[in-house]
């Protein structure tokens, strides 16, 4: 049975997620609004994944009768002034929950919290991609800088990041 600090993280760390939904969901609003179809493209199909991270995390505590506890998910930043500074603000948020992933980790293996220490094997694996992700994208974005044609070709590249395994900028 999931308890304690383990689940209060486990808590914390579907908020999160949810939280991650909301932030992609507001850079593909943003997107939309410039008509850079492909990015919109690539940040709602991120915000969407995003939530069956934090839905892996709640069946993981339903399953192992920890109690759930649904808390408020804050409201992401609305109001962007450029791509890369929205393609900034995800990439450091991704690193941020690959910290936190860490964390939770770390005490598993404290507590001798085997079960969810494996449970979460797939999120480091996850973060690394997700990271590595934003990252190319973000570089580009400083590559490019005011070449509007440059941001064009970015914008038809990342239209199929994540459609497929294979799928890469
Ligand atoms: Fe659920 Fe983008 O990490």
Redo the contacts with the bound molecule.
Sequence with gaps: MLKGKVLEMLNEQMNR?FF?WYL?LSAATYFNTLDLEGFEQWTRR?AT??TT??MKIYNYMLERNGEVVLSKIPAPTQKWNSPIEVIEAVYQ??CE?TGRINDIVRLTREVSDYTTEVFLHW?IT??RE?EAMASRVLQKLKMIGNDMGGLLMLDAQVATVGQAPESAT
Excluded: K, N, P
């Design positions: 997620e991650s992609y991120q994944e995003e991270h934090a948020h991704e929950l999120f996850e973060q997700e």
